[in-house]
């Protein structure tokens, strides 16, 4: 009994603490004081066709109409705001006539978007969109609610002339242009897909063993040695020094572009592939001479073998 009425004796005393909590939090917001103009951040609670319901933490519940969410055409309400997300709007109206005070997201982002997008501009930030729409040399996306042009020669490592079939496609960008005053804001893939694809051959030249002989196709002759394509988009240099055993003063004068060459990786120091074919070559002489001799050994065999049946055949 005891310990009953002391559980009970508990639990009135934790009750009317609590309901002091809850009512302090209630009280401090009735005080708070909000104005046209503000930008508030608050949870959603409601979705439905005509917009979205928010908890502001305040006496009085928040709502974005579903022309105020967005300027971005393929933008839905339903598909793209979820319960439990939250937003940022502008105070348009502290009463729209229903006890709701009314927020619009599309003037926040001009309040706060343009500050947001100069610091993804500093940090590098990558980010993921999805274009909306093609138009005269290139394409357009939406970031932080503001209409971004991503050009054709920044929507993908290879020049694009027809931007509509990234309609529709979502990307992984950077801000490379910001300006609010003339709200323009400028968007690129390619540099992201130029750093993922480094990525890749660095780590395909990381798997290459030094000493290794490849075969490749001279690609360019520069004043101090050769390219030479590997494939899959590898490449390394044969110094001129590596090029032959004799002195050259000039790459042309052992190779034309297009021929096709056996290298030895000498290193693969900082993600550069450095090729001798003079190694190559050095490494293949031994074998060709054994190839000579096992032929001639062969050969020897052959005659030996015919004399001594020649000379079974005789009789002395």
Request: aromatic share 4%; glycine share 8%; charged share 30%.
């Amino acid at each position: 009994m005891e310990t009953e009425k002391k559980g009970i004796a508990d639990v009135q005393a934790e009750a009317p603490a609590e309901s002091m909590e809850d009512y302090s939090r209630e009280l401090e917001a009735s005080f708070r004081v909000i104005n046209e103009g503000d930008v508030l951040s608050g949870t959603v609670i409601g979705v439905n066709e005509e917009g979205v319901t928010l908890d502001l933490g305040y006496y009085a519940p928040g709502v974005i109409r579903t022309a105020d969410l967005s300027r971005d055409p393929a933008f839905s309400v339903l598909a793209d705001i979820h319960v439990g997300d939250t937003l940022e709007g502008t105070v348009v109206k502290k009463d729209d006539g229903a006890g709701n005070i009314q927020l619009s997201c599309v003037e926040a982002a001009e309040t706060l978007g343009w500050d947001r997008l100069q610091q993804y501009l500093d940090e590098k930030k990558t980010l993921t969109v999805k274009v909306s729409e093609a138009v005269n040399k290139g394409a357009v996306a939406f970031v932080e609610g503001i209409r971004g042009f991503i050009p054709a020669s920044q929507l993908s490592l290879d020049y694009v002339e027809d931007p509509d079939r990234f309609v529709g496609k979502t990307l992984e960008v950077r801000v490379i242009t910001v300006d609010p005053e003339k709200k323009r804001l400028v968007l690129s893939a390619r540099d992201v897909l130029r750093e993922k694809e480094a990525e890749r051959l660095n780590h395909k030249i990381s798997m290459i063993v030094p000493g290794t002989v490849l075969e490749g196709r001279v690609e360019s002759l520069m004043p101090y040695g050769a390219f030479v394509d590997l494939g899959d988009g590898l490449s390394g240099l044969v110094h001129i020094s590596q090029i032959s055993q004799r002195r050259l003063r000039k790459p042309s004068e052992a190779l034309s572009v297009g021929d096709i060459v056996k290298v030895k990786v000498l290193n693969t120091n900082d993600n550069r592939i450095s090729l001798s074919i003079k190694a190559a070559a050095e490494d293949a002489e031994p074998d060709e001479l054994e190839q000579r001799q096992a032929a001639e050994y062969s050969s020897r065999e052959s005659v030996g073998t015919s004399l001594g049946d020649l000379l079974k055949g005789l009789k002395l």
